[in-house]
């Protein structure tokens, strides 16, 4: 699998609910950053991950500019994605910028992760 089949495939396992933590190394250099939230290292990227797939539903993940590099065992990718949510406190709805770094030993695992939402100037 290359690594943006990789990405996309996360993405559905986000839409499908699956767990996530697969998806990341392990290890203490690992970092997600979302939101609202900053997770460092593997255990807490995996808790985090678990949290928010028991605690949220109905995703919808709608790539609209995925790129990816592919350098070896290297990939970096960047991409524009409309996401929505619902969680135990509503409804949520963003317009966000994704992008992050991969490694591949075996399998492609994502090593650092950082989810944005832009704000108006």
Do not use: N
């Not at 460092?40 to 678990?50: E, I, K, T, Y």
């Amino acid at each position: 699998m290359d690594a943006a089949t990789f990405v996309r495939t996360y993405y559905d396992a986000l839409r499908a609910g699956d767990p996530l933590a697969p998806f990341f190394a392990d290890g203490p250099q690992v970092v997600k950053v979302g939101i609202s939230e900053r997770l460092v290292g593997g255990d807490a990227v995996a808790a985090g991950l678990r949290e928010q797939t028991a605690t949220t539903a109905d995703w919808t993940v709608d790539s609209r500019d995925l790129r990816v590099v592919e350098d070896g065992d290297w990939a970096c990718f960047a991409d524009e994605v409309g996401m929505a949510w619902t969680g135990e406190d509503g409804h949520h709805e963003f317009d966000s910028r994704w992008s992050g770094t991969l490694h591949r030993e075996e399998d492609w695992t994502f090593v650092g992760m950082h989810v944005s939402a832009p704000t108006p100037l």
